[in-house]
């Protein structure tokens, strides 16, 4: 079966995950990324590493990622850009279990197809 593009347009593909956060004592809701958005923070880090050094830039990923995932209860982004800096200095625990979120909800492209090939095949042809 071939999608249309209202079909593409209205599947809800961007769910979200609500990670409780010991070390500030609340929820915070980390989403799927959509193409642009994650197109833009991989462009982000790549030029941060450019400009900064490995070093400088990798202190700051995982903060970039979760700066692009984290919204509030209304879908809104709960970040602005500007905020990686200063989330990149809270605790590092933290920051990284809002990551491991961020990367269960959107997997590298060899996770997602190792688990596409898992996935019920169609045994249409194009052949």
């Known amino acids: 079966m071939f999608l249309t593009a209202d079909q593409i347009f209205a599947a809800d593909d961007l769910p979200h995950e609500d990670v409780y956060v010991p070390e500030w004592r609340g929820n915070v809701r980390i ?74 909800l959107n997997p590298t492209q060899d996770q997602a197809e190792k688990n596409s090939a898992s996935a019920p095949q169609d045994d249409s042809s194009s052949v």
């Open 31 to 104: 989403r799927r990324m959509g193409a642009a958005d994650k197109w833009r923070t991989e462009l982000a880090i790549l030029r941060d590493k450019e400009a900064n050094g490995e070093d400088a830039a990798l202190a700051r990923t995982a903060a970039r990622w979760v700066v692009a995932s984290a919204i509030n209860e209304q879908g809104e982004k709960l970040f602005k850009p500007d905020d990686v800096d200063k989330l990149a200095a809270k605790c590092g625990d933290a920051v990284e279990r809002l990551m491991r979120a961020v990367q269960r």
